[in-house]
């Protein structure tokens, strides 16, 4: 059966994977952005092998080069360098013009890993040697790690020889090799065609390989690029006088509006390029002991939730996008710690909690009932919640998980006991990845990992104090992804976890951090997956999620002295919806874009703009 007619998705598709090979992950999200939100869902992505746009020029240059040998008749002629596909000209990349200086790199440049340099024993004109060539000889190839993450950069691009002709000497090329491995050969001598990369934790970055000397190319080693600073594209606003900002959160669907909170004040900005943020203060410190214990925008962005606590009291005022009051919501007997709204729908559950109960209430906004339906009591402290679709949820506080239904009211239907009263599970997070869903928990203090639904468990999974954990998003809504969480620690480090629900284990398949004596206080991934970000107490980092490796992008505050109430060491535990004792609160957001970060710390909100 002849192949498919070649279609522009063929061609898209074949650049998309060679860019993210080489290490060009920016240019590879740019594309995928203007063509295709999930190349992976194309019906052939699956038989597609690595390295195939690098092999497929290749062998069209193999094809080339017959053709120019052979005459009509089919004799051989001589193949001249003008007959070359680019041509007879030498190309020397020392002498093209070089990428912007390191003070010019700005975050609409974000990063664009160099090549290595060609070796010069040799002048290498398309592929070829300028010295006489001879027969074809077998070619016997070591290699580095075929997978394709390799000490943070992407794995070498091996192609079987250069335009087909390999010369009569080749000079001495020494790489790292892998564990005993050498490079195989397929039918059609492309080498380690049929291997897939996989993931690996991060290791010392390696010296660059140089390559393609004298026309045989053994591999391309990409060098790590100078991670961007994005401190030129970065508005700093000055929030909360005394106080400290704990909650930052974007307007669904909206860049250009964004909300800081803290335990006295509560303030919506309104961002516009070139101007000063519009801002509007919903709650503000008079005096009268009103504290602000919860914030949430409703998945469409029409309403922001907005919960204080007063007088033994808690109470939640609905504002609209122009920070006007549009609804009271009835008052609670405790503090209101929680607001969680489904990822659709209009439903919201509270978390009304104190020192020894905790109630989980559902308000569903388009019925707007004059009193909260029948609470689910629990005999603990709530310190999370998490939906999962529209009639289930997870909360999680002592020593146990709670999982829930959801129809008109909330109830539990299941709990998951495990661990020390001392050591609650602080923080909860869910996915639908097959046929069952799973639950993932973790213990701030004893810095432990659990999921509760397949009864997988890892003690010690940092050396400090959990600060944060995310899910890695799926905006495919694919079935049967992978899962991969982050976690944050005081130890210095954000760590990404593959979780093998099949064998019951987590895998650290990176392991990250942004310098020594910079505890990770928040961490998050960007709305497609692609990138993580985690910031210290007034830094911040960003990395090619699948690639780990050094940073792409960093941010640190001018004023790096800046020092404000809270900065003892001590966990953070669920900013949002529990705390503890000289918490370091910092809070870190994507937009839904993925294109601007909002960065509490201290006082102040960093909006770091990453495309502008």
């Known amino acids: 059966m002849a192949n498919p007619a070649l279609t522009s998705h063929h061609v898209n598709y074949l650049i998309w994977r060679y860019l993210q090979e080489s290490g060009h992950g920016e240019a590879a999200v740019t594309l995928q952005r203007a063509w295709n939100r999930d190349p992976q869902t194309l019906p052939f992505a699956p038989y597609i092998r690595t390295h195939a746009l690098v092999s497929l020029v290749q062998k069209g240059l193999q094809y080339h080069e017959l053709e120019q ?3 009509k008749e089919g004799n051989t002629v001589p193949y001249e360098p003008s007959d070359y596909f680019f041509g007879p000209k030498p190309f020397d990349p020392e002498q093209q013009p070089q990428g912007p200086s390191e003070a010019s790199v700005r975050a609409d440049q974000l990063p664009v890993s160099p090549t290595g340099k060609i070796a010069q024993d040799g002048v290498v004109t398309n592929g070829h040697s300028t010295a006489e060539l001879a027969a074809p000889q077998n070619v016997t190839i070591s290699r580095k790690d075929d997978r394709a993450e390799a000490n943070g950069d992407e794995a070498a691009m091996d192609v079987d020889s250069t335009n087909g002709i390999p010369t009569e000497s080749k000079p001495d090329i020494t790489e790292s090799p892998s564990q005993g491995e050498t490079a195989t050969l397929d039918g059609d001598g492309d080498v380690n065609m049929g291997i897939r990369p996989a993931l690996q934790d991060q290791e010392p970055t390696a010296a660059p390989t140089f390559t393609l000397t004298d026309g045989q190319s053994v591999g391309v080693q990409i060098t790590p690029a100078k991670a961007a600073d994005l401190s030129p594209d970065t508005a700093i606003i000055d929030v909360a006088g ?67 606590y007063n007088d033994m009291r808690g109470s939640i005022t609905m504002y609209d996008v122009a920070g006007n009051a549009v609804d009271l919501l009835p008052e609670v007997p405790r503090m209101i710690s929680g607001l969680k709204w489904a990822e659709s729908g209009s439903q919201l559950i509270l978390v009304a909690s104190d020192s020894k109960m905790s109630e989980l209430v559902l308000w569903d906004d388009s019925l707007r009932p004059e009193e909260f339906p029948p609470p689910q009591i629990v005999d603990d402290s709530v310190f999370d919640v998490s939906w999962l679709g529209r009639t289930q949820a997870f909360a999680c506080g002592g020593m146990s998980v709670y999982q829930c239904d959801v129809d008109s009211s909330i ?151 800046h020092k404000d109430s809270k900065e003892e060491e001590g966990p953070t535990v669920n900013g949002h919806n529990g705390t503890l004792e000289d918490a370091q609160d910092r809070s870190l957001t994507w937009d839904t874009d993925g294109k601007k970060l909002a960065f509490g710390f201290g006082n102040q909100l960093a909006i770091i703009n990453l495309q502008r």
């Open 69 to 71: 040998s052979l005459d």
């Open 411 to 561: 109830h539990l239907s299941k709990t998951f006991s495990g661990g020390d009263p001392e050591q609650p599970w602080t923080f909860i997070r869910c996915a639908n990845p097959g046929p069952s869903p799973v639950a993932v928990a973790a213990s701030s203090s004893s810095a432990s990992l659990w999921v509760p639904t397949h009864d997988i468990r890892l003690d010690d999974a940092h050396d400090g104090h959990i600060t944060a954990i995310q899910l890695k998003p799926n905006p495919s809504e694919q079935p049967n992804q992978s899962l991969i969480l982050a976690s944050s620690s005081t130890d210095d480090t954000i760590k990404l976890w593959h979780i093998d629900l099949e064998s019951r284990s987590f895998e650290c398949i990176h392991r990250l951090s942004l310098g020594q004596s910079l505890p990770v206080l928040a961490g998050c991934f960007s709305p497609d997956g692609y990138a993580v970000a985690a910031a210290s107490k007034d830094s911040l980092a960003i990395w090619n999620a699948q690639r780990g490796g050094p940073a792409m992008a960093t941010w640190k505050s001018s004023s790096a002295e």
């Open 242 to 308: 005394e106080d400290h900002v704990t909650t930052t959160i974007w307007r669904p669907q909206d860049p250009t509006v964004v909300v800081a909170a803290g335990d006295t004040f509560c303030n919506l900005y309104k961002l516009s390029s070139g101007a000063e943020p519009v801002q509007e203060k919903l709650v503000e410190n008079k005096g009268d002991n009103v504290l602000v214990s919860a914030v949430a925008w409703d998945p469409l962005g029409q309403k922001l939730a907005v919960a204080t």
